[in-house]
């Protein structure tokens, strides 16, 4: 019996070694493993405000779709921090005359599908962009793009072109494959293919865009493996996903979530001006606001402080004019203030004693439906009854490109840092709809102003234009000009290397993950 019972306990001590051995290694690979998975996340999850309208560069000029275009295509040029020109698929340039640039194209550099970029696909890129409805003013006055060899172009302009070289900066004036895009067509805006540092690989409409490291890439392989747009509306919502570590980068962080995130360890919060403008457009086709002295109205009616204290919680300063400081040849003219009887005064002149039932559009945008509100209340001082509609994103596009609103809000950043984009874009005839002119407003003599300064190639005398082009604008009133933006972004302790620009656009490309 105890000779049975000895051996019973010798095979049972021999099992529960057998046992703590196996679980223990289990125990430790499943550590292992985790620490291996940890040390190597290779994932960025970045939110956004909006989901994409379109991924074509040549589609839509909006800022979520270019932030993330901007991740899979070049352009020919990148501007520095003091807005000057730089290669990037041009690595170098010179000027024949006034009229001609020849760039030497950069070699070894491969789409997304492995075939080589040549310079045939940096002027069918160039023809394709003159002939977008969105973007022909940003390159109007380019005559012909001519092919030299494979690695050499050469651009001839009508007239000599001030600010060719940042406007071929611009985001969405990239190179695309010419024989990807006649293969696919319309395609490409849900599967887009450049020469950057990230590939398209999915897109959940209204959810998410995923992105993953181009190996090839001509500067090197992107630190970070994959990256995933995510469109969350709700501020809060994107602080929580940060909180959570669902997300790694928040983009339009907003204002009541700016302090707690700052001073939270876990996070870091980078902000700083942007050259952008937040405005109240009005629609110039549309009765009562064909009429100067109603836009007039509105325009003393409103106080752009409540706005920035409130929506922005003092991140933002006033507008004073239609292009910021942070934009060349920007001047302050003269500013609005307050003045309720004037404006009711304005109003009765106008044929409105009373003022008149109005609509207000608005994007989803949080912030703008606040100051939505606060507009309606000022307006209510002198009469106007305003009803605030508000729009999913690429519907509001949609919508304010074809004239169907009165009074809406937008914002315009000039990513070129240069008055011609930042100001013609805005109140050219040449662009009214959606190539950004959606108050559909026109004045010849403005019109005559803007050409001049396109063409005009001293400084002093450019500046003089665009003063004088600003003080046009500021009498006409297309729009209310409300207020420049700081921009702020949100990431994680552990996300290195991210830097914000005053375009309001973010390379990824530089960024990598701490582990």
């Known amino acids: 019996m105890f000779a049975k019972n000895f051996k019973g306990g010798f095979v049972w001590k021999k099992r529960f070694y057998f046992y703590w051995w196996f679980f223990s290694a289990f125990f430790i690979i499943s550590c292992n493993k985790e ?16 989901d ?81 409805p969105e973007f022909h003013e940003v390159l109007g006055g380019i005559t012909k793009v001519e092919v030299l060899d494979d690695y050499t172009i050469k651009l001839t302009t009508e007239k000599p072109m001030a600010a060719i070289l940042n406007n071929l900066s611009h985001d ?9 895009v006649k293969e696919n067509g319309d395609k490409i805006g849900q599967n887009p293919m450049g020469t950057g540092p990230y590939k398209f ?60 995130i700052k001073e939270d360890g876990r996070f870091n919060l980078i902000e700083a ?28 009616a409103l106080d752009q402080k409540p706005i920035i204290d409130t929506v922005y919680l003092g991140a933002a300063e006033p507008a004073t004019s239609i292009i910021g400081p942070k934009i060349l040849y920007s001047v302050e003219v003269e500013r609005f203030t307050q003045d309720l009887e004037k404006a009711k005064e304005l109003l009765k002149e106008a044929g409105y004693p009373d003022g008149f039932k109005a609509k207000l559009w ?55 840092r ?16 959606n190539a950004g002119n959606r108050s559909f407003y026109s004045n010849p003599k403005l019109d005559k102003l803007l050409k001049a300064g396109k063409i005009e190639m001293d400084p002093e005398k450019r500046r003089a ?4 082009a600003q003080e046009i604008i500021r009498k006409d009133i297309p729009m209310y000009m409300i207020l420049y933006p700081t921009q702020a972004v949100a990431t994680q302790k552990n996300i290195k290397g991210f830097k914000l620009g005053t375009m309001n656009s973010y390379e990824i490309y530089e960024v990598s993950i701490e582990n």
Not at 35 to 50: F, H, M, P, R, W
Not at 174 to 180: G, R
Request: aromatic letters at 8%; charged letters at 30%.
């Open 465 to 468: 234009i665009y003063k004088e």
């Open 362 to 416: 608005t994007s989803d945008n949080p912030a703008r439906r606040d100051m939505a509100v606060i507009i309606q209340d000022q307006l209510k001082q002198i009469g106007i009854d305003v009803t605030i509609e508000t729009l999913e994103w690429g519907a509001y596009l949609d919508g304010t490109g074809r004239g169907d609103q009165e009074m809406y809000l937008l914002g315009w950043t000039t990513v070129t």
């Open 172 to 180: 969405c004036i990239v190179v695309l494959s010419e024989k990807y």
């Open 273 to 300: 001006p942007q050259a952008r403008v937040e405005y109240l457009g009005f629609n110039v086709k549309k009765k009562p606001y064909d009429n100067p002295k109603v836009r007039e109205a509105i325009s003393y």
């Open 418 to 433: 240069d008055p011609d984009y930042g100001i013609a874009e805005l109140t050219s005839t040449e662009t009214q709809g």
């Open 52 to 132: 994409a309208k379109s991924l074509d560069p040549h589609a839509s000029n909006d800022s979520p779709s270019t932030k993330i275009r901007m991740q899979i295509f070049d352009p020919l040029l990148k501007l520095d921090a003091d807005a000057n020109p730089q290669p990037c698929l041009a690595e170098s340039w010179e000027r024949e005359d006034e009229t001609s640039i020849i760039f030497h194209i950069r070699k070894g550099v491969k789409f997304h599908n492995g075939d080589e970029m040549k310079a045939s696909d940096v002027k069918f890129s160039i023809d394709r962009a003159l002939a977008s």
């Open 35 to 50: 620490a291996e998975k940890k040390e190597t996340k290779d994932t960025i999850v970045i939110a956004q405000g909006a």
């Open 201 to 260: 690989v999915s897109w959940e409409s209204g959810d998410k865009v995923v992105l993953e490291a181009f190996p090839d890439y001509w500067r090197g392989e992107a630190p970070v493996k994959n990256v995933i747009f995510r469109n969350v509306v709700e501020e809060t919502n994107r602080t929580i996903g940060l909180e959570t570590g669902e997300i790694d980068i928040i983009y339009d962080v907003g204002s009541m979530d700016k302090n707690k």
